[in-house]
């Protein structure tokens, strides 16, 4: 992700952690400290493309059980 400058406020970007949430038709997901760049003064987040996989990874799990509320930290490795 080379995301530098917040494309909505222009302000500089930082790296952290975020909360990703997704809707899996009955349930929920929800998936916490998954690294991404921020935007410290509107609050936007990006995911870049590993981590987007590993997530749709996750969801498609989460669905294929029908997990009604599911909650993970997410796992780097
Ligand atoms: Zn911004």
Same mark, same amino acid.
């Given at each position: 992700?080379? *995301?530098?400058?917040?494309?909505?406020?222009?302000?500089?970007?930082?790296?952290?952690?975020?909360?990703?949430?997704?809707?899996?038709?009955?349930?929920?997901?929800?998936?916490?400290?998954?690294?991404?760049? *921020?935007?410290?003064?509107?609050?936007?987040?990006?995911?870049?493309?590993?981590?987007?996989?590993?997530?749709?990874?996750?969801?498609?799990?989460?669905?294929?059980?029908?997990?009604?509320?599911? *909650? *993970?930290?997410?796992?780097?490795?």
């Amino acid at each position: 992700m080379n *995301i530098k400058q917040c494309p909505l406020c222009r302000n500089d970007v930082v790296q952290g952690t975020a909360m990703f949430s997704a809707e899996l038709g009955d349930g929920v997901l929800v998936v916490r400290n998954v690294p991404a760049v *921020i935007c410290p003064v509107c609050g936007n987040k990006w995911f870049d493309h590993d981590t987007m996989l590993k997530l749709e990874a996750v969801a498609d799990n989460a669905r294929s059980r029908h997990a009604l509320v599911e *909650i *993970i930290t997410f796992d780097a490795a």
